[in-house]
């Protein structure tokens, strides 16, 4: 008779990685300790790190039979469900776990990544929507009006998300706080660009230019943005200029204005026909 429990069995061999004995040990002892939900946990446990559906579906019908189901409770559903094509299933779970800790960051991104992953933006939307607002949550705000096709939404967070990245930290000083500022603006000087905004634009690709000085993509699109506003002499200067340092991105621009068709007097004035 060994000196060792089947629950005590089991978890020396999950520690040594032999996982079918520790599942045949948690079946021993869970046969006669059904209300052993700590247990049951641990099946869980070693059922989800066994290969195949079969093993992931005992899984599931060990968590029906937790009385009390906690957050992680739900965490793991949704992972199983993930892991059998069941994203509306996941994303639900994921909601579950969410109203028992809202508060819970590393929760929180699993739902809003299930929710992504599912296409629930506008679900994802009101999620982030609920958060701090730190230029983090800002930022991904924007990004999923950007998605939704809403674009004054996405001007809106990413200005805010810029007016609070510099009121944490010191742009001017801290070279990754002016990185992280930098690609904002980048990102709300598209948002403005298609939204006709030219004025924030230009203003944001130049601001863009000093942010990250060996990225010339960034004056050639200040330089479009001047043409649109009427500028079309300092236009031409800037864009010339530009390409001159860096020739290659002349299909850059050809290929910015296959996109946008307001663009092709502005790429015809830039570079001649025949090139």
């Known amino acids: 008779m060994s000196p060792y429990s089947p629950l005590q069995l089991a978890e020396a061999f999950i520690r040594t990685g032999e996982l079918g004995d520790a599942l045949e040990a948690l079946n021993n002892h869970l046969d006669s300790m059904p209300e052993d939900a700590a247990a049951r946990r641990l099946r869980v446990d070693v059922l989800m790190r066994l290969p195949g559906a079969d093993y ?40 579950a776990a969410y109203r028992l800790q809202p508060e819970d960051e590393r929760l929180i991104e699993r739902y809003l990544s299930t929710l992504e992953q599912n296409g629930q933006i506008e679900e994802a939307r009101r999620l982030v929507d609920e958060q701090p607002a730190t230029w983090r949550w800002l930022q991904i705000a924007g990004e999923l009006a950007e998605r939704a096709g809403d674009g004054e939404a996405a001007y809106q967070r990413y200005s805010e998300a810029v007016s609070a990245i510099e009121r944490r930290l010191d742009t001017e000083r801290n070279r990754l706080a002016g990185t992280l500022k930098g690609m904002l603006v980048v990102k709300r000087a598209g948002v403005a660009y298609g939204l006709g905004l030219l004025e924030q634009a230009e203003a944001d690709y130049r601001a863009a230019s000093d942010y990250f000085p060996k990225d010339l993509s960034y004056p050639l699109m200040q330089a479009a943005m001047l043409w649109l506003k009427g500028e079309q002499g300092a236009a031409l200067e800037l864009a010339q200029q530009v390409l001159r340092d860096m020739p ?28």
């Open 56 to 95: 992931a579906r005992r899984a599931l019908a060990d968590l029906d039979q937790l009385v009390e189901v906690t957050a992680e409770d739900w965490v793991q559903r949704s992972v199983i469900l993930q892991g059998l094509g069941d994203t509306a299933g996941c994303s639900a779970a994921m909601a």
């Open 248 to 275: 290659a991105l002349t299909e850059y621009l050809r290929d910015a204005t296959a996109s946008d068709g307001r663009l092709t007097p502005f790429l015809e004035a830039v570079i001649p026909q025949d090139v």
